[in-house]
C-alpha cells in the first residue's frame, strides 16, 4: 500500500518500519528532518511537509507527540487535510484529547477523506518488537481498508465501533489505570517501608500474588457485568480492610491518599445500603457519581 | 505434626481440611461449632474452647473474621495463649490489624510461646485449590518448623523477616492494591460507558494489554528500585494524559477523582522539577510525604 | 459552688482561675503538680488524684489533652468517678472522641452521677479573657445545674440536647471547619503567590470580602435549609470557576487538592441532574453520600 | 465620563444602573436586546453591537457570562478591540479564566489600548446595593483612570498590581474559597445531622463563633505571614482531632472527603517533621507542593 508516515520520534520511528518491513511503500515526513534519516536509508521518500506525505497516499499514519503537533499536522498550513486525495485515510494513533479526535473526524469527513483512531498500547521497544496493542474506531469499512497497517503495527487488536473518539476515550483510560497502578503501588511501597518490609520482598510478593495472576482480569471481568450479589468478599470488609491500613499508615507515618479516597467511597457504600454487596460494588458507586443509570 | 485450627469460616474450613489430608492430626475449634462437623467427619478431633484446641498441640493455625474475633480466640477467656505449650507456635492467618499483631507477639513472648504471622492471599475457592499466596514474618526457627503447615496452605510462600506484623502490613496493602485497581477500573468502565464504549470491548482490551502482561510488574519493579531516570514516558506526559481523561470526563459528565488525585500528584512532580523524570516517580513523592529519605 | 477543676494546662488555667473569679469554691488537680501553683495562690484547695479533687465537689470540670489523658482521669484508679458523689456532675469540657464520650456517660450514669459534656470554642487567649463559646449537651437538668460555670467561662453557650457526645460531634465538626478553612487559604495563597499576586494584597482582599462579611453565615444558613433552588448561583457556574481555578494552578504548576476535590463534586453533581440548583447544593451531595434522606 | 457597558445580566443591569446614577454617559449593549430596556429608560443609549458600544467611549466595562461570551464580545466580529479609540480603556468585570485575561491583555496592548482587569465579588443584590467588593489590576495609570467607575460599582476596592490577570486568579480564589467554606460545611452538617445534632443549633455554633468572629481572618494573616512556630494549637492536635472526626463520621457512617484530605496532609506534615508546629502549617505544605521556596 501506499504508505504516508507522520511523526518519527521515539514511537513512530520503529512503527514506520515495521509497516516499510511489511512491504509497503512509505513516504515519511517528522518535523525534524534530520530523524526521518534511518527510514530513508530503508528505501523511505523524504517528504517536506505532511501534505507532501499525503498527497499521493492510499492512507496517511501519523504518531505525534501531543493536540498541539497533532493538530498542527493535520488542520495547519500543509497539513495532512489540505491534501490527502479524497476517499483515502489517516489513521491517527496519537495520544490526543477525545476534543481533538473529533475535530479531526469532521475535518476529514467534510473533506471526502476516511479518518480512523488507532492508539497504541506499548513502549518504544514494544513497537520495534511488534508487541503494541492497537484499539481502533471508525467507519467499519474504513478500518477494514487499513486492517494490514494494524495489524503490521503490534500483537493484536480490539475495535471499538464506529465512532472514532472512542478509541482515544479508551487509550486515555487505559494510560489512567496505569497511573492508577503506580499510585497504588508507590503508597504501598511507602508502608511496606516504613514498616520494615523490604522493597525486594513486597515486589516478590506483587509479582506471586498479582502481576500475572488473573485477579485483576477477574475484577475486570465482575464490574463489567455489574453483578455485585453475591458478595465474594463484602464491601464492608473492604472497609475494615482499608481503614486498617490507613490505621497502619497513621502509626508509621505513611500518609495513603489514595487508601483515604477508597475509605471514603467504600464508606459511602455502606451508608448507603451497600454494605453486604461484593467489594467490586466500587463499579455501582462510580456509575452513580456519573449518572448512569444501572442495567437491568 | 499435631494441629489445632481455630476458626472454620469460608477460608478457614478449606484450610484445615488441607493441613488434614496433609496427614497433620487436627483439633478444631470454631464459635458455632455446626460448623465443625466436615472436619469431625475427615476425622478431626472437635474441641470446646481454644484453649482446649492449643492444650497439646505443636502449632495452632487460626483463620478468624477480625480483630475482635481474634483478640477474644487468642487473649480472651479460655484463649490461645492460656494453654499453648510453651515452644509451642501459633499460626495466625487472620486479615487483624498490625497493632493488633503486635500485642499478640508480646503475648506469646511473654508466655514462652511462638509467633508466626502468616496472612493468605486467596478466595475461598483459592484455599480450596491449595492455590493461596501465602506471607510469613516471625523468627527464622519458628517460621522453619511452621513450613510443612505454610506450604500445605498454598502454591506458594513470601518470608518477610523476623517481626510477624511486617506480614500484615504486607497483607493489608495487597488489599489496598486489589482496591485501587478495582476503583481505577469503576471510573474506567463509567467513562468509557459514557463515552459509548462498549463494556465488552474495554475488558476485552484490559484483558489483551494489562491483565496478564507485565506491565504492572515492570512498574512495580521501577518503583521498588525507585530510579527514576532516563524516563521511559516522562512524568509531565502522565499529566497531560490524565489531564486529558478529566478532560473527557468532564465533557462527558463523568467524576473521576482517582484521575484528580493522580493529577494533583503528577502537578506536584512536576512543580518540584520531576516533570522530566519517568511517571513510576510517583513512587518519590510518596517516599516524600511519607518523611522517607531517597536512598542512593 | 464547690467546684473541683482536672487539668491546669494552657486552656484549663485560665478556665479555673475564672471559675475561682467568679466565687466558687475550687479543689484543683493537674498531672504535673507545679502547674496548680497559680490556682494554689488565688485560694485554691491542691488535690492529689482526680478523686481528691471530686469527692467532695457539686460540680467537677475537666479539661485535658486528650483521650488518654481523659480515661485516665474518669476511669482509671483514683479517677473521678470512683469518688464524685451521686448526683454530682462531671462537665467534661477536653476535645475527646465521640466514643470515649459515650463511655464516660455510661460510666457517670452507672454510679449514679451526672455528665455533662461542654467542650469550648477558642485559644488560650480567648480562655482567659472569658471569650470562650461553650457548646454544652446533657440532661436538661444537669446542664441546668452546671450553667453557672458554663456561663462563667465564656461569652455564649449553646445547648445541643440530651445526648452529651452531641457536643464532642460538634465540637470536632467546629475544628474540621477551620482546618478547611486553612486548607482552602493555604492553596489559595500559593496559588496567588505563583502568579504574582503579594500576599498582603490577598489578605486584604480576604478580610475585606469574607472575614467579617455575612457571606459564611448565609452560605451555612443556605445549607441549614436545604432548599436549593431557586440558584443564586448555579452549581454548574461553580464548576465552571473552579476549573479555571484549577487551569490556573497547572498553568502555574500549583497542585490543589481541595479545588480538584470541589471540582469532582460540582461534577457528579452535574452528572446527576442538579447543574442548575445552586451551588450550595454541595449540601445535598454530601446527605446522599451519607445516605440521608433529603427532608422535605 | 463616556461609558460602553457590554452584558446586562443579573449582575450587568445593577452595575449600569450604578454606573448611569453616579452621573456617567452610558452606551449600552447585550446579545438579547430586549435586557437593554431598562437603561434605556434610564437615559442610556443602546447600541446594535459591542464595536457601537466601544466607538465614542472613554472606557469600556463588560461583565459577561463566561470565557466564549467574553471572548466573542471583545475579539469577535464588532468587538470591542475593533472599535474602542486609542489610550481608551476596556475594564473587564467578567468571571474568565486567567489565559484570556492574557489573550485580551495582549489583544488591546496591540492595539494601542488600555485594559484593567477589574472582577467583583457580590450577588445581584450586592450589585444592586453598591456593595460589591471590586479588585482591580493593570497598569496604574489606567487604574487611574478608572478609578471614578470602580468606586461607583461597589463598597471597596484591592488593587492587585500592574498585571491585569491577577485580578482574575484573585477572583478565582475568592470563589474557591467561598466552594470550600460550602464543602465544608455540607460535611459537617451530614455528620452533625447523622449524630442527632439538630441543624439549627449547629447553624447558631457556627454563627455564634465563627462566621462573624476574627478566627478566618486571624488564620489567614498567619498563613499569609508563613510564621508557624511557636504553634498556638499543634499540628499533631489538628491530626488527632480530624482524626476524630472521621471515626465519628464512621460509626455514623458519613464520609467526609474533605477530612480526608486534611488528615492526609496533617500526616505529612507529621511525618516531615512539622508536627510541632502550628496547624496553619498547611500553608507551608501547599507552597511544598507548587515549588515555592519558603521566604525566610
Chains 1, 2, 3, 4 share one sequence.
Not at 259 to 285: C, I, K, P, Y
Amino acid at each position: 500500500m501506499k504508505v504516508g508516515f507522520i511523526g518519527l520520534g521515539n514511537m513512530g520511528t520503529p512503527m514506520a518500519k515495521n509497516l516499510a518491513g511489511a512491504g509497503h511503500e512509505l513516504t515519511v515526513w517528522n518535523r525534524t528532518a534530520s530523524k526521518a534519516e534511518p527510514l530513508k536509508q530503508q528505501g523511505a521518500r523524504v517528504a517536506k511537509t505532511p501534505a507532501d506525505a499525503a498527497r499521493d497516499a492510499e492512507v496517511v499514519v501519523s504518531m505525534l507527540a501531543d493536540d498541539h503537533a497533532a493538530e498542527a499536522a493535520v488542520l495547519g498550513q500543509d497539513g495532512i487535510v489540505s491534501a490527502l486525495p479524497r476517499n483515502a485515510i489517516h489513521v491517527s494513533s496519537s495520544t490526543i484529547s477525545v476534543a481533538l479526535s473529533e475535530r479531526l473526524t469532521k475535518a476529514h469527513t467534510d473533506a471526502g477523506q476516511g479518518y480512523v483512531s488507532a492508539p497504541v498500547f506499548g513502549r518504544p521497544e514494544a513497537a520495534a518488537g511488534k508487541q503494541l496493542w492497537v484499539v481502533a474506531a471508525g467507519p467499519k469499512a474504513q478500518v477494514e481498508r487499513a486492517r494490514p497497517l494494524l495489524t503490521a503495527l503490534g500483537r493484536g487488536l480490539t475495535e471499538l465501533g464506529e465512532r472514532p473518539s472512542a478509541a482515544n476515550t479508551v487509550k486515555l483510560s487505559g494510560n489512567f489505570l496505569i497511573a492508577s497502578m503506580m499510585e497504588a503501588l508507590s503508597e504501598a511501597f511507602a508502608l511496606a517501608e516504613k514498616c520494615g518490609v523490604e522493597r525486594a520482598a513486597f515486589l516478590d510478593v506483587f509479582k506471586s500474588v498479582f502481576a500475572k495472576a488473573p485477579i485483576f482480569e477477574n475484577y475486570a471481568g465482575a464490574i463489567a457485568k455489574g453483578q455485585y450479589t453475591p458478595a465474594g468478599f463484602a464491601l464492608r470488609l473492604g472497609l475494615k480492610d482499608v481503614s486498617l491500613a490507613l490505621e497502619a499508615g497513621r502509626a508509621a507515618e505513611v500518609p495513603l491518599p489514595l487508601a483515604s479516597l477508597l475509605r471514603d467511597h467504600f464508606l459511602t457504600g455502606v451508608a448507603q445500603g451497600r454494605g453486604d454487596e461484593d467489594w467490586s460494588a466500587l463499579g455501582a458507586l462510580a456509575q452513580e457519581r456519573a449518572g448512569i443509570e444501572p442495567k437491568g
